[in-house]
């Protein structure tokens, strides 16, 4: 039996998302490229061990690299950080094609609208595709809405000490989610690691229910 996809190669994995079986290289080639792989596809969690023991460092030429992000800004909004790395999760498991790709633009083209913001010239550029540009618009409503609880508690005696949150705090929490997501990502089209890792972190969280496997056995 010849590969499903080359059709040249000896057919050697079952690969669920195609319902066929592959041969080796085609699934290291364009798993999580043209294959839209399941999480729970033991060839790909036995990829995505082998990419943890071996990270990647980013490039010099990424974007946000240069920023600082201070501890005390992640540690006195962590309840914004959570939330929005809630809000991706749940974008996600509603829109089942998200990928890291498309919560990593987002998240870059907000954040860089945030910086224009604190040089006082505001700009802002969303994405162009259409689902990303949908979660940046998703992600500046839950911010809009933060800004202006925090806005409330700090002018609040029931909230004494409150820290008001800046457009400069908001600007690291993106920077800090945006760089978590590059290093946890492979950088594959169809990688879904960093949105995996996300969703991992609020396991009892109804809005973000797994979809069922979509192995089946040959």
Same mark, same amino acid.
Do not use: H, M, W
């Given at each position: 039996m010849t590969c499903a996809i080359c059709e040249k190669r000896k057919?050697?994995?079952?690969?669920?998302?195609?319902?066929e079986k592959i041969c080796a290289v085609c699934c290291g080639t364009e798993r999580e490229v043209s294959i839209d792989c399941p999480s729970d596809c033991s060839y790909l969690m036995a990829a995505h061990r082998y990419e943890d023991q071996h990270r990647r460092a980013l490039p010099d030429?990424?974007?946000?690299? @240069?920023?600082?992000?201070? $501890? @005390?800004?992640i540690y006195a909004h962590? *309840?914004?950080?959570?939330?929005?790395a809630f809000t991706a999760a749940k974008f996600s498991a509603a829109h089942a094609t998200t990928t890291d790709s498309d919560v990593l633009a987002a998240l870059q083209a907000l954040a860089e609208t945030y910086k224009?913001?604190?040089?006082?010239?505001?700009?802002? +550029?969303?994405? *162009?595709?259409?689902?990303?540009?949908?979660?940046?618009?998703?992600?500046?409503?839950?911010?809009?809405?933060?800004?202006? $609880?925090?806005a409330e508690r700090t002018d609040s005696s029931a909230f004494a000490g409150a820290t008001r949150i800046r457009d400069s705090d908001i600007f690291a929490l993106l920077v800090f989610l945006y760089r978590m997501g590059l290093l946890r990502t492979n950088g594959r089209r169809r990688a879904r690691r960093y949105l995996e890792f996300l969703r991992n972190q609020f396991p009892a969280a109804?809005?973000? +229910?797994?979809?069922?496997?979509?192995?089946i056995a040959p």
């Open positions: 057919a050697a994995r079952y690969c669920p998302a195609k319902g030429e990424t974007p946000l690299l @240069d920023v600082k992000v201070s $501890q @005390d800004v962590q *309840d914004v950080l959570s939330g929005l224009t913001l604190g040089s006082g010239i505001y700009y802002e +550029k969303p994405p *162009d595709a259409p689902l990303p540009r949908e979660l940046y618009a998703t992600f500046a409503a839950f911010l809009t809405e933060s800004k202006q $609880q925090s109804p809005e973000l +229910k797994r979809e069922e496997s979509r192995i």
